[in-house]
């Protein structure tokens, strides 16, 4: 007999985000007309009806900051996976950490998370510096 375990604190992180990022995916709705018909024509982008918490600083990275609401948005799963192997969200081409640092740049930017000041560097460094 197999037992789940429900992680109470990431449920609880789960019911922030997905108030606050108003129950969708945050990357989708940036996306311009023309990067979105491209996506939506693309192999798996049925896994887009799964929301995630994606976390912007990898929890290998920052473990501290797992449960932070500052570091987790609500991303559908199509594009989840893409950020999370530095792939382009819309190409899927290998782009690397920089290209997907520019990436969480503009997600973040464009849904008014973050100021024109802020980039991703920016937020890791202040991220890894803080404790929660």
Known sequence: MSSIIIDEQWMYVKSIITVRDNNECIVYR??????KRIVEKQEGFWLQRYLDGAHIVARSIAPHHIYNPDNVVL???FFHKRLDEGLDVITGKFIGFDGIAQWWTRIMRDNKYWDETMNYYMFKEKLL???L
């Open 129 to 131: 510096k803080s404790k």
């Open 30 to 35: 940036i996306l311009t007309k023309e990067e």
């Open 75 to 77: 991303v559908g799963r």
